[in-house]
């Protein structure tokens, strides 16, 4: 517990020190957002505002996640297979950003660019994981003792989850500080989640998801370093670099500790976003041209709702803070 | 455990059904601050918001925590000790902005007016701290399995604590969801602390204590719903009442815990609201009028150096998370 202390520890000052650094390299790289014209007229000022802030929490989570792990009984590969899954993601990411900058072209990738990486690397995980002696197709029901046998099922939806989880932190990032710290909140609760799973029935501690709990740790840390510079008035966006490294990352330790069924009460919010996307794509071709909300994702149907971005943020915290206690409750005595 | 998250979730909705009801009502009853003339001018704005917010949180923190305490074994006093030591200062802080509202006289009570009862009450309860068979004189020496016994230089020694922690609170009121937010994570500190000094060696629980931990949990909570309406842009500030309700019962939860001395830790950032203050305050005098800081308390430096309010907040929050995890980080094995 202490050594998961210390590691939030470390790598929230990791990223306080590497934002300073690649903060105005990037800007001198004049990686700045070309703000998307589909997003609310008032982010017209975000113009400019540099991105790709990914870069400075995903590094300190991995060096801090690498440090503090711990070794000695063979290692079966929790932790590189948590930190694999992120970088494959974060890659995917890097590369949209990399055209919005380069191109100048705000869309980036385009949806089916995106989406096609993503499905395969969902599949190639998915198979990965259910053949795997330490994960296979069983899954944890929350609040429960009991476990779900998917089967051959177990395939196709836990590709399904990676590209829907990827996707939902992707679309949730828009707000300053929005993504960052609803990211921050959910890995706070991972790593409380897979330390009560580390501790087994005999009381010796299962050193994989001890691993996976440092390794949420670390990612908690370094997205509170990460928010030093992009709470409002953000100076750095973490562009899908970033978001898609967190979805990455969130989906991965639901599979080692094959909680993937307690990620819509943990991501709540980032499932919120993109349930209210489809609503709104759905409702608007069936309706020929109607609109559900005034804007998708929901968190921008409330900023043209005229709720201020920085209590929008708030209210998304505070629901992140209390669906994770809920989900939380399942796992303490 | 459980017992706590659920004090948490329940205190956070009661104040969230409590604010929508107070508000209209005190704005009713045009309980506005009338803003201080002595902070910044942007504050002007502010001219208007409505004021006793502290009456969102302590009810909703009363009553669950009332709710959710343990009974059976003969209660010791723990909590009803809590409760009376937050109310007592509460009333202090409501006369003060009651006097502020009715007269228009911004600074409420004079410094002396305010004063004199804290420090009655300080050096009441320190006697009773003093004299009580499950109290007495010794202090919990942090990161140490150590205690030292103060002898009868404890009553003075705390009496001083009560002051400054409470002046501390009112102190560091004054940016949106500041003392709100910075207040909510040092009660889940305590609430942890409160919670892991409950589990006796024996591995029995004390009652006590786990009251105490799940009073923690409640003001934590409660905090978390009134931080709904006091974020940036603030629709209510939680005023003197509030403030000095959370310095007392911050406080008391350290005479009861005898955890006096990780205070300084855990409220970091009230601390130095107050020696920003003090020091401010020397250096006019000794200097004949020169100046440290642009203004006193610090988080109103920061203000005039140009670092936007939200940006202030969030550093703020940041800080008083990783100095609480340090503080608990001896209380884990």
């Known amino acids: 517990m202490q050594r998961l202390i210390f590691a939030v520890l470390a790598s929230f000052v990791a990223a306080m020190l590497v934002g300073p650094i690649l903060i105005p390299w990037l800007k001198k790289l004049k ?12 982010h017209m000022r975000k113009q400019g505002t540099v991105t790709m802030g990914g870069l400075i929490f ?6 801090c996640a690498i ?4 070794k000695g009984q063979t290692p079966k590969y929790d932790l590189w297979f948590l930190i694999l899954t992120m970088l494959l993601f974060a890659a995917i990411g890097f590369l949209d950003d990399y ?14 660019q995106k989406l096609l990486p993503q499905i395969l690397l969902g599949i190639a995980i998915a198979v990965f994981a259910y053949n795997s002696p330490y994960i296979g197709s069983k899954l944890r029901v ?10 051959w099922f177990y395939i196709p939806f836990t590709a399904f989850v990676i590209v829907a989880m990827v996707n939902s932190s992707n679309l949730l990032d828009g707000l300053d500080g929005l993504c960052a710290g609803s990211g921050m909140i959910d890995f706070a609760a991972l790593a409380l ?9 005999d009381g010796t501690t299962d050193n994989d ?6 390794f949420c740790a670390s990612l908690c840390g370094a997205l509170l370093g990460f928010l030093r510079f992009n709470t409002h008035p953000a100076s750095v966006f973490m562009g899908d670099v970033g978001s898609f490294a967190i979805g990455g990352a969130m989906v991965a330790v639901a599979i080692v500790t094959r909680q993937m069924l307690i990620l819509p009460i943990i991501a709540f919010t980032m499932v919120l976003a993109s349930l209210s996307d489809l609503i709104q794509f759905a409702y608007f071709r069936i309706s020929h041209g109607k609109r559900v909300f005034r804007m998708a994702p929901l968190q921008h149907h409330f900023e043209l709702s005229g709720i201020p971005e920085t209590r929008i943020v708030a209210m998304y915290d505070i629901v992140t803070a209390m669906m994770c206690l809920i989900a939380l409750s399942g796992f303490v005595g």
């Open 58 to 63: 995903i590094p300190s989570a991995i060096v």
């Open 142 to 151: 929350p609040f429960s003792s009991l476990e779900w046998d998917l089967g």
């Open 99 to 112: 055209i919005k900058v380069v191109r100048k072209r705000s869309e980036g990738l385009t949806p089916k």
């Open 193 to 201: 989640i897979a330390l009560s799973m580390s501790v087994l029935p």
């Open 31 to 42: 990686v700045g957002q070309t703000i998307n014209d589909f997003g609310p007229r008032s």
């Open 209 to 214: 998801l001890f691993n996976t709990a440092i």
């Open 67 to 70: 440090l503090f792990s711990v």
